[in-house]
């Protein structure tokens, strides 16, 4: 089992920058994928990007590849968003994910933190 809490969001301009981070707890975080998926009130949560376990493989929703990138350090139990060019559609609250694959589908994941805000202001 792995409990995960993200941080680093906030209020932020367009164009501007943003790193989120993900703590997670537990020997085990070696062992899981992991998935940052973001929320706007009233629409379904939505896939933004995976790791594998390794950190070797990523993939990215269309709407953030080239902008977001994600990263991992297994040795601080941690895994990143990093976020630039950002937009005001990129506006929701983002929360990361632990499961046994990278998916784009929410329902394969296993834990997931609270989630953390980003505003982008226009």
């Known amino acids: 089992q792995v409990q995960l809490a993200e941080s680093g969001g906030g209020l932020v301009q367009a164009g501007g920058s943003l790193r989120l981070s993900c703590s997670a707890s537990?020997?085990?975080?070696?062992?899981?994928?992991m998935g940052w998926f973001r929320q706007v009130p009233g629409k379904e949560r939505e896939f933004v990007s995976a790791?594998?376990?390794?950190?070797?493989?990523?993939t990215y929703a269309d709407s953030v590849k080239g902008r977001f990138t994600i990263s991992r350090d297994n040795a601080k139990l941690r895994v990143y968003l990093q976020m630039n060019s950002l937009k005001p559609d990129d506006t929701a609250v983002y929360s990361c994910?632990?499961?046994?694959?990278?998916?784009?589908?929410?329902?394969?994941?296993?834990?997931w933190g609270q989630g953390t805000q980003v505003t982008v202001s226009s």
């Open positions: 790791i594998t376990r390794s950190g070797v493989m990523t």
């Open positions: 994910a632990a499961g046994s694959t990278i998916y784009n589908d929410a329902a394969h994941y296993d834990y």
């Open positions: 537990g020997r085990t975080f070696g062992s899981y994928a």
